[in-house]
């Protein structure tokens, strides 16, 4: 990614995550996403799919979209990978960076709900 590329996709508040089936089919999904050091940190459900099929392929494709996960800009290719231990600080820490107090409002209701402890923190490298 261009200098240009990387202002454009990071003033997104969303980015749409794809992630592959071993069928070979892509799956889109829109997340929040943070900025730290050269890559984005997203977090979800730790049964969900994405996380699921991240742990057969690292094979990512990024695109900044809305929440509905309209594309509204360039795909990107990437690596994602799960993230464990202290590296799950990392992305909280850069996740509360960029969306402040959003992102402590959904840390109270996951935590309130039971769900902040099954979280799964992903990394995304771009290719």
Same mark, same amino acid.
């Given at each position: 990614?261009?200098?240009?590329?990387?202002k454009d996709f990071e003033a997104g508040d969303y980015m749409s995550l794809a992630t592959r089936k071993k069928s070979g089919?892509?799956?889109? =999904?829109?997340?929040?996403? +943070?900025?730290?050091?050269?890559?984005?940190?997203?977090?979800? /459900?730790?049964? *969900?799919g994405k996380v699921k099929r991240l742990r057969n392929f690292s094979d990512a494709r990024i695109a900044r979209c809305t929440?509905?996960?309209?594309?509204?800009?360039? =795909?990107?290719?990437?690596? +994602?990978?799960?993230?464990?231990?202290?590296?799950?600080?990392? /992305?909280?820490? *850069?996740?509360?960076?960029?969306?402040?107090?959003?992102?402590?409002?959904?840390?109270?209701?996951?935590?309130?709900?039971?769900?902040?402890?099954?979280?799964?923190?992903?990394?995304?490298?771009?290719?």
């Open positions: 990614m261009k200098a240009q590329q990387i089919e892509w799956v889109a =999904t829109p997340v929040w996403f +943070a900025p730290l050091a050269g890559s984005y940190y997203v977090f979800s /459900a730790g049964h *969900a929440v509905t996960g309209r594309i509204t800009g360039e =795909t990107f290719e990437a690596d +994602a990978f799960v993230l464990e231990g202290k590296d799950e600080a990392t /992305a909280l820490k *850069a996740l509360h960076l960029k969306y402040g107090l959003k992102m402590k409002i959904t840390d109270i209701f996951s935590a309130l709900s039971g769900k902040k402890q099954q979280r799964a923190y992903i990394r995304v490298d771009p290719r």
